[in-house]
């Protein structure tokens, strides 16, 4: 069984800058796809920012150009540096695994509140 734990998170200036990282027990390489959602109070949680095997990355609108997304195979560690966050950032975030084929899996992480002051 796979564990994901995200750390990084904490209080925040709007304007300044934060970076996650969610760690993995095991070998990252054979994930097909891994992301960052988040989710505030009394909202659904939402994407974030995913990246595939192949290192390709998308995102939500609302978080374009200020966060990115990246991974470091050999740490088994992904992050996300949010840059220039807004209060509006606020949310609890959790990184998310995902491996397809003969042996499906779908983890998730614990979370790791982000705070972000005005």
């Known amino acids: 069984q796979v564990q994901l734990v995200e750390s990084g998170g904490g209080l925040v200036q709007a304007g300044g800058s934060l970076r996650l990282s969610c760690a993995a027990s095991?070998?990252?390489?054979?994930?097909?796809?891994m992301g960052w959602y988040r989710q505030a109070p009394g909202k659904q949680r939402e994407l974030v920012a995913i990246?595939?095997?192949?290192?390709?990355?998308d995102y939500a609108d609302s978080v374009k150009g200020r966060f990115t997304i990246s991974k470091q195979n050999a740490k088994n560690t992904m992050y996300l540096q949010m840059n220039s966050p807004k209060p509006e950032d606020t949310a609890v975030y959790y990184c998310?695994?995902?491996?397809?084929?003969?042996?499906?899996?779908?983890?998730w992480g614990q979370g790791t509140q982000v705070t972000v002051s005005s």
């Open positions: 990246i595939s095997n192949m290192a390709s990355t």
């Open positions: 998310n695994a995902k491996r397809y084929g003969s042996d499906p899996g779908d983890y």
């Open positions: 095991g070998s990252i390489f054979n994930f097909n796809l």
